[in-house]
């Protein structure tokens, strides 16, 4: 005689297939309109943030932030690299300076 112990005794069904393959496919479904609407509303925020940022970006401010980024490249001027310090010249005076070396 053999002592074989069931976890459920006398339960011998099998999961019914209707309700099985019912339930995966809305699981699916479901896990597909989801991926769906954050992929939608992921764009909706970017093209929000391109408007604002490039579309809707004054003329004005782009102007003065290009003056100033000329300003810096015109004008030699010292930067600090963690502890070394580095002199940034003009590209005239840069080239000036190699033709006057060699």
Excluded: C, F
């Excluded at 809305?26 to 764009?43: D, E, H, K, Q, S």
């Amino acid at each position: 005689m053999s002592d074989i112990v069931e976890h459920n005794p006398n339960d011998h069904e099998d999961p019914l297939a209707g309700p099985t393959w019912l339930i995966s496919i809305l699981g699916a479904v479901l896990l597909i309109v989801t991926v769906l609407g954050l992929i939608a509303l992921y764009n909706t925020v970017w093209d929000a943030e391109e408007d604002l940022k490039i579309v809707e970006a004054d003329a004005q401010e782009v102007q003065d932030m290009m003056k100033a980024q000329h300003l810096r490249l015109e004008i030699p001027h010292q930067v600090r690299y963690e502890e070394e310090v580095a002199t940034v010249l003009p590209i005239e005076d840069a080239m000036r300076l190699i033709a006057e070396e060699y």
